[in-house]
C-alpha cells in the first residue's frame, strides 16, 4: 500500500471526519461501511465525527509541535459534546436523570480544559523555579499556593517566577535554601496583599508589584544588616510593612522612586565602617535600631540632593575623622544629632537645613575667590544648596506623608481591587483541585494522541531493527526489510520493498555506501532497518545522501579530509592513514582540505572513492526490474513535510486492498475510544472532588 507523509495524513483524517457530516455521497457511503464494522449506529455518525474532529485537532496541535493542554483543548470540547448525545442514548434510566449527567458533562469540560491549563502553567512555574532551587518539594500545589500569597494570578504566574528569580541569591541566604527562604517570602507577602492591610497600601497608591518588589528589598537589606528568617522570626511581614511606609516617606521627600531608594540604601553598605555600625545597632536595643533607621534615612535623603555629601555623611558616620571635619565646617551638628538616641530625625533635618543654609551664605564670597579650596574643604557650593533645598520644611513636609487618600473613589477602587483578588484566588482554587484528574486525563488523552500518531505514516523508525515507518518519497512496499544471517554480523541478503540484494559488499546490499551505523542520525536520514550494526536504506541515492550529510555536519565540517577518515575509520578497526591514502590516489584530492570545502565535483569523487574501500561490490538482484521510481533521487529524508507525488500516493492507495485500511481504521477507533474514556475519567474525579467540597 503506499505510504503517506504527514501532511497527507492529517488531510486523510480532516477528510473522513467532515465526510460523515457533509462529503459526497461515496465519502460517506465510506465512511458508513467503517463505522458500521466498528458497531457504530448511522444515528450516532453525526456525533462520532466529533471525535474524529477532536483527534484531528489535536493531531495537528502536536504536528505544530504545542504541547500539554494547549493541544488536548479542542479535543475537551468536542469530546464532550459527543459525550452527551452518547449519554442520551445509550444510558439507562430516566430523561431527567441523562438530562442532569449531559449537562454536568457541558459544564466539566470547560472546567476540565481550565484545571488542565492551570496544571500546565504552574508546571511551567515548577521548572522555572526549579533552575535556580526555588522550587521546592511541595511540586504544583507550593508553586500554586506561593503564586496566590503574592498576590497573583495564573495569568501573572511569570511575575512570581520573575521575582523570585531575580532574588533567589538573597532568598537562600535568608532562608538556608532558596525554596525556604521563597515560602518565607511568600508568607510575609501574604499578610500585605490580602485583607485589611493590602487594601491600606492600595489606597496609599501602591501597586501590587511594588509591595512585592518592597519586600526583597527589605529581605536584602536585613541580609546586610546580618540578620536572617530565624532572627526576624515572625516580624517579617511587620517589618517589610514599616520598610514599605519607610520608602514612601522618602519618595515624597525626594522624588525619587522607591527602587532607586531601596537599590541606593542597599549601596551605602559598601563603605565597611558604615555597615559595621548599621549591623551592630540593628541587632541592639530598640533605641539602638531606632538610631539605625535614623542614620539610614538622613543617608538616603542626601543622596539624592548630593552623592558626595551623602558619602561624607557615611564616613563620618563609620569613624572616618577627616570625613568627619569637612562635615563640622559645614553643619556643626550632624555628627552629633546622627549618633544621639535622644535627637529624633526632623529635630536632626531641621538643624542640617539651618546649618548648611548659614554656610552658604556667609562663605558665598570665600568661594568667589578660592573656589578650588573651598570645594576641597567644604564640599561643592551647589551641592550645599541641594542639601538646603531638599530638606527645607521638613515638619511640614512629612506630616503629609503617608496620609491615605480621602478621596472615595481611590479607596472603594482598592477595596474592590482587594475582593476581586480573592475571589479570583477561590476560583483559581477550585479549579486547582481538578488539576490532578484534569492532568491524568491529559495524559491518557497524550496517549491516544500517540497512538493515533503511530498509526500514521511518517513517525520516526526505531523502535527494533527491521521495523520501518513510512519515510516520505520511498515506492511502496519500499519500508519492508526482511534478512537472511550471514557472516561477521552481516547480512547474506536483505530484502527491500520487493527486491531482495545477494551477495556482493555489506554497503551495496545495505544501500549504505560509507557503511553508516544503525541510530538516530541514520533514521533521520531515511534509514529503514539495521543488518545488526550497519544502516539500511531504501535507495543507494539516500544512503549517499546519508554519508554526505553527515561529512558537512557539526562533527566532520571542521575536520581536514584525512581527519575526517580517522575519525569515520578510526584505527581499532582501519587503517586510516592507508583509507586516506587510497582516496586521495584515486582521486587527486588534497586530504589537508576539508570536505564541507570542496567542490561538488569534488565530494561527488571523494564520495565515490570511500565506496570502494569500504566495499562497494555489486551482487545480485531478485524481483522487479528497473528499481526504484527515479522520482525518488534527490529526495532529502530529513524532511517529514516532502512528498515525492503526493497525488500517485493516493491513487495508488485506492488500488489496494481495503484490508489495509480496515486495520489502519480500527486502530484510529481504539484510540478515540481511549479519548472518549479520558473525558469520562474526568468527570467522574471532578464529581467526587466537587461532593467532597460541598462536604467540607
Given amino acids: 500500500m503506499a505510504q503517506m507523509t504527514p501532511e497527507e495524513f492529517l488531510e486523510t483524517l480532516e477528510t473522513w471526519a467532515e465526510s460523515l457530516k457533509n462529503g459526497t455521497e461515496a465519502q460517506?457511503?465510506?465512511?458508513?461501511?467503517?463505522?458500521?464494522?466498528?458497531?457504530?449506529?448511522?444515528?450516532?455518525?453525526?456525533?462520532?465525527?466529533?471525535?474524529?474532529?477532536?483527534?484531528?485537532?489535536?493531531?495537528?496541535?502536536?504536528?505544530h509541535g504545542k504541547q500539554g493542554a494547549e493541544a488536548m483543548a479542542g479535543g475537551f470540547d468536542m469530546v464532550a459534546d459527543a459525550i452527551q448525545v452518547l449519554i442520551a442514548v445509550f444510558l439507562p434510566g430516566s430523561l431527567l436523570l441523562k438530562a442532569a449527567i449531559s449537562v454536568t458533562v457541558g459544564a466539566i469540560k470547560d472546567y476540565a480544559t481550565a484545571a488542565a491549563k492551570q496544571g500546565d502553567a504552574t508546571y511551567k512555574a515548577f521548572q522555572d523555579l526549579n533552575r535556580v532551587g526555588a522550587s521546592g518539594v511541595g511540586g504544583l500545589t507550593t508553586v500554586?499556593?506561593?503564586?496566590?500569597?503574592?498576590?497573583?494570578?495564573?495569568?501573572?504566574?511569570?511575575?512570581?517566577?520573575?521575582?523570585?528569580?531575580?532574588?533567589?541569591?538573597?532568598?537562600?541566604?535568608?532562608?538556608?535554601t532558596a525554596a525556604q527562604g521563597t515560602d518565607a517570602f511568600a508568607e510575609a507577602m501574604n499578610q500585605l496583599t490580602h485583607g485589611e492591610t493590602a487594601i491600606e497600601l492600595e489606597s496609599l497608591g501602591k501597586h501590587l508589584d511594588d509591595i512585592n518588589a518592597a519586600g526583597a528589598a527589605y529581605i536584602r537589606l536585613q541580609l546586610q544588616l546580618g540578620k536572617t528568617q530565624k532572627d526576624i522570626g515572625d516580624g517579617l511581614a511587620a517589618g517589610t510593612k514599616s520598610y514599605i511606609y519607610d520608602l514612601n516617606r522618602l519618595q515624597e521627600l525626594t522624588g525619587a522612586?522607591?527602587?532607586?531608594?531601596?537599590?541606593?540604601?542597599?549601596?551605602?553598605?559598601?563603605?565597611?565602617?558604615?555597615?559595621?555600625?548599621?549591623?551592630?545597632?540593628?541587632?541592639?536595643?530598640?533605641?539602638?535600631?531606632?538610631?539605625?533607621?535614623?542614620?539610614?534615612?538622613?543617608?538616603?535623603?542626601?543622596?539624592?540632593?548630593?552623592?558626595?555629601?551623602?558619602?561624607?555623611?557615611?564616613?563620618?558616620?563609620?569613624?572616618?575623622?577627616?570625613?568627619?571635619?569637612?562635615?563640622?565646617?559645614?553643619?556643626?551638628?550632624?555628627?552629633?544629632?546622627?549618633?544621639?538616641?535622644?535627637?529624633?530625625?526632623?529635630?536632626?533635618?531641621?538643624?542640617?537645613?539651618?546649618?548648611?543654609?548659614?554656610?552658604a551664605a556667609s562663605t558665598g564670597q570665600s568661594y568667589e575667590i578660592n573656589a578650588e579650596g573651598m570645594d576641597a574643604f567644604?564640599?561643592?557650593?551647589?551641592?550645599?544648596i541641594a542639601v538646603s533645598e531638599i530638606t527645607e520644611n521638613i515638619e511640614e513636609r512629612l506630616a503629609k506623608t503617608n496620609q491615605a487618600t480621602t478621596d472615595n473613589g481611590v479607596k472603594n477602587i482598592a477595596e474592590t481591587k482587594v475582593l476581586q483578588r480573592e475571589a479570583r484566588d477561590s476560583l483559581q482554587t477550585f479549579v486547582q483541585l481538578g488539576v490532578n484528574p484534569a492532568t491524568d486525563a491529559l495524559k491518557i488523552m497524550a496517549r491516544a494522541a500517540a497512538g493515533v500518531?503511530?498509526?500514521?505514516?511518517?513517525?520516526?523508525?526505531?523502535?527494533?531493527?527491521?521495523?520501518?515507518?513510512?519515510?516520505?518519497?520511498?515506492?511502496?512496499?519500499?519500508?519492508?526489510?526482511?534478512?537472511?544471517?550471514?557472516?561477521?554480523?552481516?547480512?547474506?541478503?536483505?530484502?527491500?520493498?520487493?527486491?531482495?540484494?545477494?551477495?556482493?559488499?555489506?554497503?551495496?546490499?545495505?544501500?549504505?555506501?560509507?557503511?553508516?551505523?544503525?541510530?538516530?542520525?541514520?533514521?533521520?536520514?531515511?534509514?529503514?532497518g539495521s543488518d545488526g550494526r550497519f544502516a539500511i536504506f531504501p535507495t543507494e541515492e539516500m544512503g549517499r545522501k546519508a554519508a554526505d550529510t553527515l561529512l558537512k555536519g557539526k562533527n566532520y565540517a571542521n575536520l581536514s579530509a584525512g581527519a575526517a577518515i580517522a575519525k569515520w575509520a578510526p584505527s581499532n578497526e582501519n587503517d586510516p592513514k592507508a583509507y586516506a591514502a587510497s582516496i586521495a590516489k584515486a582521486t587527486g584530492l588534497d586530504m589537508g582540505k576539508k570536505y564541507a570545502d570542496m567542490s561538488p565535483q569534488e565530494q561527488a569523487k571523494f564520495l565515490a572513492a570511500m565506496t570502494k574501500v569500504e566495499g562497494g561490490r555489486a551482487g545480485s538482484i531478485s524481483g522487479p526490474s528497473g528499481g526504484y521510481d527515479s522520482k525518488m533521487a534527490g529526495v532529502s529524508p530529513s524532511s517529514t513535510l516532502e512528498s515525492y507525488d503526493s497525488a500517485q500516493a493516493r491513487a495508488a492507495a485506492n488500488n489496494q486492498n481495503s484490508n489495509a485500511d480496515d486495520e489502519r481504521w480500527q486502530k484510529m477507533q481504539e484510540h478515540f475510544e481511549t479519548q472518549t474514556r479520558a473525558m469520562i475519567t474526568i468527570a467522574d474525579n471532578t464529581g467526587k472532588t466537587t461532593q467532597a467540597i460541598k462536604a467540607q
Fill in 28 to 63: 460517506k457511503s465510506d465512511s458508513e461501511a467503517m463505522l458500521r464494522k466498528i458497531g457504530v449506529t448511522k444515528e450516532l455518525q453525526k456525533e462520532f465525527s466529533k471525535l474524529g474532529k477532536s483527534t484531528v485537532d489535536m493531531t495537528k496541535s502536536l504536528y
Fill in 378 to 384: 567644604g564640599g561643592k557650593m551647589q551641592d550645599l
Fill in 453 to 528: 500518531t503511530s498509526v500514521a505514516p511518517g513517525t520516526p523508525a526505531g523502535t527494533g531493527a527491521g521495523k520501518a515507518s513510512a519515510i516520505p518519497g520511498t515506492p511502496a512496499g519500499a519500508g519492508k526489510v526482511s534478512a537472511t544471517p550471514g557472516t561477521s554480523g552481516s547480512l547474506a541478503s536483505v530484502q527491500i520493498g520487493d527486491q531482495t540484494r545477494t551477495g556482493g559488499d555489506r554497503n551495496w546490499r545495505n544501500n549504505n555506501p560509507g557503511n553508516i551505523e544503525y541510530g538516530k542520525f541514520a533514521i533521520s536520514m531515511g534509514a529503514i
Fill in 144 to 176: 500554586f499556593d506561593n503564586m496566590q500569597k503574592f498576590g497573583y494570578g495564573i495569568e501573572e504566574l511569570d511575575k512570581m517566577v520573575a521575582l523570585v528569580a531575580a532574588n533567589s541569591d538573597a532568598l537562600a541566604k535568608f532562608g538556608g
Fill in 257 to 359: 522612586s522607591a527602587d532607586n531608594i531601596a537599590k541606593k540604601q542597599q549601596e551605602a553598605f559598601a563603605d565597611s565602617a558604615y555597615a559595621a555600625l548599621m549591623n551592630r545597632l540593628s541587632k541592639g536595643t530598640d533605641a539602638d535600631q531606632a538610631q539605625a533607621k535614623k542614620i539610614r534615612d538622613i543617608e538616603s535623603l542626601l543622596k539624592e540632593a548630593s552623592p558626595e555629601q551623602a558619602k561624607l555623611f557615611r564616613r563620618g558616620i563609620g569613624g572616618d575623622v577627616g570625613a568627619q571635619g569637612s562635615l563640622n565646617f559645614t553643619a556643626p551638628s550632624l555628627m552629633r544629632d546622627a549618633r544621639s538616641a535622644n535627637t529624633d530625625f526632623v529635630t536632626t533635618i531641621k538643624n542640617l537645613n539651618r546649618e548648611t543654609k548659614q554656610f
